[in-house]
């Protein structure tokens, strides 16, 4: 019986924006359909993942998320090469964890300094996540973008807040902006408003809904980032069209249920694939709402999600 | 689509006799289109009609019912592609493959699993729902034995996966009463599949090898009067499951095409030899419109996440999951324990206990009822407000657990701590963070 498979009807398309520079650049975005239908239209650039390197050593990840990347925790240079060297990782992405204010609140120099020899170390896209704390993003995140001019980093979370004088830093040195807001549509649309009205270019901007991750409110971001996807490609909605960075790790791998060991509750399985597996699964959630780019921990969930889109994408 | 009043109107007999009590053909067609009136009330409408209306009412995809009484699974029914637009409305259920081939203890093993990974989450009970039994033995009477096993051991609903109709008669001797579906017609087998569904009153699965073989199946279902079926196109790569999946929901809602109008299955146990990576593909039919996803075990590592998602995704966007007021121990706390206070948008409670179990500091955690909404927008709707907490702090017996009298209250609702102060006599209102990730750095300089 034959019928009519029905088609949405696209008027726009998501913004492709290159991250990172050299051979090793990354181009995300571009768009033509949701996310992976592809009997409808394109999806020239895959989703792509970057891997989670802390400034500092982690104090209360699980054994699991440790055990691959032992031995170079407490050096983020090392740790960097051994993502990029052994585990493929096509960015990287470098939390300033150690500048928190309410934890050890390392200054911005020093913090810029360790970017800048990540940076130096590798030759993939570096992003660089702040704790989003407005004034020490603003102190540490402008001297990042000062030290590290020429390397177009991808630096965020630059929120309303703060996007001004950080904004003004990353046009300045020329790096790219996370634009983040908290799960908000209309927000986002502002804060990209805003972010233009400051004079950064477009293809220097990719959208952070803010995520989280499965049993946390994921359901919130899925529906944010399905609504954005289908303002920007139906509703001709120029503000939303910006490819969107989705920092799920952290997110994942913080939750009680990832640190429950299997003994004090076999009923939740064995622990590590437990963690990979709500990280994975977190992952290709927010993908199918329309994430390019996801930040990961564990090598297997990478290892997964990877295998899960190649089939999807398959001819 | 339902029709709309103007096109009911045409149907009826424009006779303006106003039995039906209504002054006009008109308005009572109104009344209709609104769900407001009965079309039993027109004495005058021809059965033609009734059946035209009928069918424009029924919804365009059709829900069905998979076993009976507490486990019976209800799938299908939805009416939107996203979730925002309205709500998903009936969660896909997960079955476990058995086959008859196994070994006792394997069959033992995956029953007491399915039994047994049950959990509770915000005072939910999160379960699997079915157990697929697969005849690969080609032994009716082996997989009679093993669907008889299987009742006996589980209340769960059961599908009968053979495409021998002798073998699906042979298990539904021992399971019709638990209305199994049955799993599955194909072209070859149709009509005799067709009538052990309607004999035994059981839902009836239909396997195709492309869609539009797939609606042809189902057309002449119809025509035969098989009213409860699920679909499966057949396709077991991942691409083509997915991009089927989109195309039968997208088909059924937006073009109303009856034939592919049914909920459907999927078989991410044939899609891979991994079980991490089936766990990964079970996720993505969770979202994207599988109504029974069908997995080739059960292992809590695996099963807990899915089940979560699927509470997540089919959480109404219109409705937030709230938690239970009360008084929830963290850790084990005792009387110099710190006391916060938060809403009981279930949300919040997951991230505030969550940070406060990460504090490792044991702590009472007081959730007050503000209807699920969220600390901003419950102070801002005044549920979250010093005249309603203070009368909660007072009756829920914190003051017997603890012996001090300080109360740590969100950051967000710093203004409400004067007004606490006044109603709540001897306590010392502390104001918190606003956000939860600062909680562990607050609870730990603190003091009783």
């Known amino acids: 019986m034959v019928f009519e498979i029905p088609k949405t009807a696209y008027s726009g398309k998501i913004r492709e924006v290159k991250l990172g520079s050299g051979e090793k650049a990354v181009t995300v975005g571009g768009e033509t359909c949701y996310p992976l239908y592809l009997f409808e239209g394109e999806m020239p650039n895959l989703p792509k993942i970057a891997m989670e390197v802390w400034d500092m050593p982690p104090q209360d990840w699980a054994e699991a998320a440790l055990e691959p990347f032992a031995g170079v925790t407490d050096d983020p240079v090392a740790w960097a090469k051994k993502c990029v060297e052994d585990y493929g990782a096509e960015m990287i992405c470098l939390q300033l964890v150690s500048t928190d204010p309410n934890g050890l609140d390392r200054g911005a120099d020093e913090a810029a300094e360790v970017v800048k020899k990540v940076a130096d170390a590798i030759d993939v896209p570096l992003i660089v996540w702040g704790t989003a704390n407005h004034e020490k993003d603003t102190e540490v995140l402008r001297k990042v973008c000062e030290v590290c001019r020429g390397k177009n980093l991808i630096i965020g979370p630059v929120e309303e807040g703060d996007h001004k004088r950080i904004g003004a830093a990353a046009i300045g040195y020329h790096h790219t902006v996370i634009a983040s807001t908290p799960i908000d549509i209309n927000l986002a649309k502002q804060l990209n408003i805003l972010l233009g009205n400051l004079g950064v270019p477009d293809e220097l901007i990719i959208t952070d809904p803010t995520t989280s991750c499965i049993g946390y409110g994921i359901e919130y971001c899925y529906s944010v980032m399905e609504r954005m996807r289908m303002a920007g490609l139906t509703q001709q909605d120029e503000k939303l069209q910006f490819p969107l960075i989705c920092n799920i790790s952290k997110e994942a791998w913080k939750t009680k249920e990832v640190h429950i060991p299997m003994e004090e509750d076999p009923k939740l399985g064995d622990a590590k694939k437990r963690g990979i597996l709500l990280e994975a699964m977190s992952a290709m959630v927010l993908i199918l709402a329309g994430g390019d780019v996801m930040i990961m921990r564990h090598p297997e969930a990478i290892k997964l999600v990877r295998e899960v889109i190649a089939e999807l994408t398959a001819s | 689509m339902p029709l709309t009043g103007i096109e009911i109107f045409k149907l009826l007999p424009k006779t303006n006799c106003k039995e039906c009590g209504e002054p006009t053909c008109l308005a009572f067609a ?132 053979s495409s021998n109709p002798d073998t699906l008669a042979a298990g539904l001797k021992v399971c019709a009463d638990r209305k199994p579906l049955l799993y599955a017609a194909i072209e070859e087998n149709l009509e005799r599949v067709a009538d052990l569904a309607e004999g035994n009153s059981c839902p009836l699965a239909v396997k195709a090898s492309s869609l539009e073989e797939l609606a042809q199946l189902t057309a002449k279902l119809t025509d035969a009067g098989v009213k409860d079926i699920v679909i499966d196109s057949g396709s077991r790569t991942l691409r083509r499951a997915f991009e089927d999946q989109i195309i039968i929901r997208s088909v059924a809602l937006t073009k109303k095409f009856r034939p592919l109008g049914f909920p459907t299955i999927v078989f991410p146990c044939e899609m891979t030899d991994d079980p991490m990576k089936e766990a990964l593909i079970a996720s993505i039919f969770v979202a994207k419109y599988g109504s029974i996803i069908v997995l080739s075990d059960f292992q809590g590592e695996s099963l807990f996440p899915l089940l979560v998602e699927r509470l997540n995704i089919y959480t109404d966007p219109q409705r937030p999951l709230a938690t239970t007021e009360g008084v929830y121990e963290i850790g084990e706390p005792d009387e110099n324990s710190p006391v916060l206070i938060t809403c009981n948008f279930s949300l919040t409670y997951f991230i505030v206990s969550g940070e406060i179990e990460a504090s490792r500091i044991p702590s009472y955690l007081l959730v007050k009822d503000t209807e699920g909404l969220s600390v901003m927008t419950a102070w801002a709707a005044g549920k979250f407000v010093a005249d309603t907490i203070a009368p909660f702090v007072k009756e829920c017996g914190i003051a017997d657990m603890v012996k001090h009298r300080k109360l740590i209250i969100p950051g967000y609702a710093a203004a409400e701590s004067g007004g606490l102060e006044e109603e709540l006599a001897g306590w010392e209102i502390q104001v918190g963070p606003r956000d939860g990730a600062h909680i562990p750095a607050y609870l730990k300089s603190w003091k009783p």
């Not at chain 2, 039993?40 to 365009?60: G, I, Q, R």
């Not at chain 2, 829900?63 to 799938?75: E, F, N, S």
């Not at chain 2, 729902?129 to 034995?145: H, I, Q, T």
Request: aromatic residues 6%.
């Open chain 2, 30 to 161: 109104m009344k209709l289109a609104a769900g407001k009136a009965e079309l039993n009330a027109c004495p005058y409408v021809s059965e033609e009609t009734k059946a035209k209306l009928m069918e424009a009412a029924a919804p365009p995809i059709l829900p069905v019912t998979i076993g009976v009484g507490d486990r019976a699974l209800k799938v299908g029914g939805e009416t939107v592609m996203f979730r925002h637009e309205k709500r998903f409305e009936n969660p896909p259920g997960f079955a476990i493959l058995i086959s008859d081939t196994m070994e006792e203890p394997e069959i033992d093993g995956r029953l007491e699993r399915f039994n047994n990974l049950q959990y509770e989450r915000i005072g939910l009970l999160l379960r699997p729902d079915l157990v697929a039994v697969r005849d690969d033995s080609g032994d009716a009477a082996r997989f009679e034995a093993v669907v008889n096993e299987v009742k006996q051991n589980s209340e769960c609903g059961i599908i009968l996966m």
